[in-house]
């Protein structure tokens, strides 16, 4: 029996948890119930053969690459970046080219928790009506650091999709966010 | 399948690949992402780009409404939700604004306001504002990137110059989040400021041009206008000076269809007929 998260079903109500993600960011989105990591139902609903996938902190098994259909990518170039947030950043990701911003990488990155951290930031911009604390745990401080750097000249940029086990949270490139003492 | 046919006719990875290009359609609000624009069983320019968009969004909990110019019953949006009904078994179609959650429509917004759960889907036949200015589409591209509108400024301008007025009727060019310029597709002026500020996610898709775009729910949408020469809406008053009104419902406030009747004589109706019928229903109590 294939697991869920393979499902085109499954896939289909995953995928508007990730748009109202996106839509509404800063905002937790609970996925539908599955034995899978969010992080791992996420890749699989969007990535397949036609996209280029990097796992750069070796979080996929081999059964997951097959099943995903993809050949791992180096991470200066490929769509979609799987990272583990507790960890330094220790890449550089593709921003896209002025003409085509979309090539900018989506890096899905696992936490603990999204609420519960040391640090808490302040999300606002597209999609928000107010601004947004979020305190994100397991998330090392590097990331947002080099997020700014990544998305200091519009529309270059990445778009960040924060994981827990059962939850996502995104963070287009129009988000700001500032830390709060 | 029963019938051979996969749930919503396109096959997975043509729906995955419309799904990334919607990611990064509302990730960077206003650019328009390329995708690779599947044939459909119907011409292009009959809202391929809508329905692509629609079939790769909707699920067994959806409820659909098709518009066509305001209309649940023209012949565009019949064919449109009779394919969505015969490839996506499960799903519900209705005609109620409220009881929707997906939205296709061509050249119209809803009149009453969206709510946060809903996705308005918009067929789109021109994506480019800047095809007036500009036949390259490389140039075209560089021309956004660097958010160069001057010649689109010029433009406008040269109508003000002719024409004392700005002389778009439809698909009044947007900028969006402050950055880039949309062609906000065939709708009125009078929806282009429903666009601003949304609740709602509205995603436009063009399959002729392969395009797929967004203005994401609490975005800026900023129809082009000069300081002194202020955007305005088609405007329905009469020689009195009385706003019109719908010869159905008796609203004052929708935007208004013009017909001749059989006697000749010029009369108004609403042009969204849902809200005109609930308008009605309201009246009968």
Redesign the interface.
């Known amino acids: 029996m294939i697991d869920l998260i393979w499902h085109?079903?499954f896939?289909?109500?995953v995928?508007?948890c990730?748009?109202e993600a996106?839509?509404?960011p800063a905002q937790i989105n609970v996925l539908p119930e599955c034995e899978h990591h969010a992080a791992i139902a996420v890749l699989a609903?969007?990535?397949?053969?036609?996209?280029s996938l990097a796992d750069p902190h070796q979080q996929l098994d081999n059964t997951h690459w097959l099943r995903l259909q993809v050949k791992p990518t180096a991470t200066e170039s490929a769509?979609f970046i799987l990272c583990q947030g507790s960890r330094t950043v220790d890449f550089e990701p593709n921003l896209g080219t002025?003409?085509?911003?979309?090539k900018?990488a989506?890096l899905v990155i696992i936490i603990d928790d999204i609420n519960g951290g040391d640090r808490t930031y302040q999300f606002s911009g597209?999609?928000?009506?107010t601004p947004v604390l979020i305190a994100p745990q397991g998330l090392h401080v590097s990331w947002f650091k080099q997020r700014a750097n990544w998305n200091s000249a519009?529309?270059l940029g990445i778009?960040m999709l924060l994981a827990t086990k059962d939850g996502i949270l995104a963070l287009?490139?129009?988000t700001q966010i500032k830390e709060i003492n | 399948m029963s019938n051979g046919i996969n749930f919503a006719f396109l096959d997975e990875y043509a729906k995955r690949e419309i799904r990334r290009s919607v990611i990064k359609a509302i990730c960077i609000p206003g650019y328009q992402v390329p995708y690779s624009s599947r044939e459909m069983p119907m011409g292009r320019g009959f809202g391929t780009g809508g329905l692509q968009l629609t079939l790769a969004l909707i699920g067994a909990n959806d409820s659909l409404k098709v518009i066509d110019q305001g209309s649940d019953d023209s012949v565009n949006a019949v064919n449109l939700r009779k394919f969505v009904e015969m490839t996506c078994p499960g799903i519900d179609t209705t005609t109620r604004l409220q009881e929707a959650t997906l939205i296709q429509s061509r050249h119209r917004i809803p009149e009453n306001s969206l709510r946060a759960d809903q996705i308005l889907v918009l067929q789109v036949p021109y994506p480019d504002a800047l095809v007036i200015v500009e036949p390259s589409e490389d140039k075209r591209k560089i021309m956004h990137s660097e958010a160069d509108y001057s010649r689109l400024l010029v433009k406008l301008y040269e109508d003000i110059v002719k024409f004392d007025e700005i002389t778009i009727s439809h698909r009044y060019p947007t900028r969006i989040n402050g950055h880039y310029i949309i062609d906000p597709s065939p709708i009125p002026r009078y929806d282009v400021p429903k666009l601003h500020n949304s609740n709602a996610l509205i995603l436009f898709g063009a399959g002729r041009e392969k395009k797929i775009y967004a203005v994401p729910p609490h975005c800026s949408a900023e129809p082009l206008a000069f300081d002194d020469v202020p955007f305005r809406v088609e405007n329905f008053t009469d020689s009195h000076g009385e706003r019109r009104a719908c010869k159905q419902c008796g609203s004052r406030e929708s935007f208004l269809d013009e017909f001749i009747d059989e006697q000749g004589e010029r009369v108004y109706q609403c042009s969204d007929s849902d809200y005109c019928e609930q308008q009605q229903e309201l009246a009968r109590g």
């Not at chain 1, 609903?45 to 996209?51: A, H, I, K, N, P």
């Not at chain 1, 002025?98 to 979309?102: G, H, M, R, T, Y």
């Open positions: 085109a079903e896939q289909q109500t995928f508007r990730v748009v996106f839509s509404r609903t969007l990535v397949d053969g036609e996209s769509a002025l003409v085509s911003p979309e900018g989506t597209v999609g928000m009506e519009f529309p778009d287009p490139r129009t």
